[in-house]
């Protein structure tokens, strides 16, 4: 079974600043990793994803986050946040095999402050 | 628009008053998935289909609840006799497609409310 912490309910942060949102995962077997956006009332887009290979992935709207297996993390940055980029984020985790349905962590509300 | 669609967006009911939703996948998806979302939460997973076949499903999916996605296409997910925990978002995912194979792609969700 797999499990998904975000330690982090809210984050404010000011435009134009960097930021990490922390998420770490934990799992019996191989897993792919996502970040998902989600905006008011509206599904979830996804950002980025750890399938295998490079431990930085690179995502849309300038996100990134980094792998790491001895961690058991994996971290969404951005080095300069706009308002725009106010939202709820959602890391989730899947097996990499059978269902590969996602279990996710419970959220973390990016603040954006002029 | 060629995205995973579901209807309706919104719907109010009354406690005990049946309901469903409908799920498109996109239409190479063969993997579809439902998951529900209450305030402030992520989104748990419900219930997972390949193809026609229901493969698995969460405890979650209490006797009330029922999916089916005949043909392999849409899908429905029905709730009897609604509850006022049953309040939540439900949202459709589908995978599959040549494209972005190893991840989801999500609906706009359908808002159930319970009165």
């Known amino acids: 079974a797999q499990s998904v912490t975000q330690l982090d309910s809210q984050v404010p942060v000011f435009e134009e600043a960097p930021v990490e949102l922390r998420c770490n995962y934990s799992?019996?077997?191989?897993?792919?990793l996502f970040w998902y956006v989600q905006y008011p009332n509206q599904g979830l887009q996804l950002l980025l994803k750890?399938?295998?290979?490079?431990?930085l992935v690179k995502g849309i709207n300038g996100f990134e986050a980094e792998f790491n297996k001895s961690q058991t993390s994996f971290h969404l940055r951005k080095p300069s946040v706009h308002i725009s980029d106010t939202a709820e984020y959602f890391c989730?985790?899947?097996?990499?095999?059978?269902?590969?349905?996602?279990?996710f962590g419970t959220g973390t509300r990016l603040k954006v402050l002029a | 628009d060629t995205g995973v669609s579901q209807d309706p967006r919104h719907k109010i009911t009354k406690r005990g008053q049946n309901v469903t939703f409908r799920c498109d996948p996109i239409?190479?998806?063969?993997?579809l998935y439902w998951y529900r979302q209450t305030l402030g939460q992520g989104p748990e997973f419900l219930t997972y289909?390949?193809?026609?076949?229901?493969?698995?499903k969460s405890r979650l999916l209490s006797d009330r609840f029922s999916a089916e996605r005949p043909k392999g296409s849409f899908s429905t997910l029905e709730i009897q006799r609604t509850e006022q925990g049953d309040s939540a978002m439900y949202l459709c995912?589908?995978?599959?497609?040549?494209?972005?194979?190893?991840?989801?792609?999500f609906g706009p969700g359908t808002r159930l409310t319970v009165l």
């Open positions: 995912a589908s995978r599959g497609g040549l494209v972005g194979y190893n991840e989801q792609f």
């Open positions: 799992s019996s077997v191989s897993v792919y």
């Open positions: 750890y399938l295998s290979g490079s431990t």
């Open positions: 989730a985790v899947s097996g990499s095999s059978g269902t590969y349905k996602y279990i």
């Open positions: 239409s190479e998806h063969n993997r």
């Open positions: 289909f390949q193809n026609e076949a229901q493969l698995e």
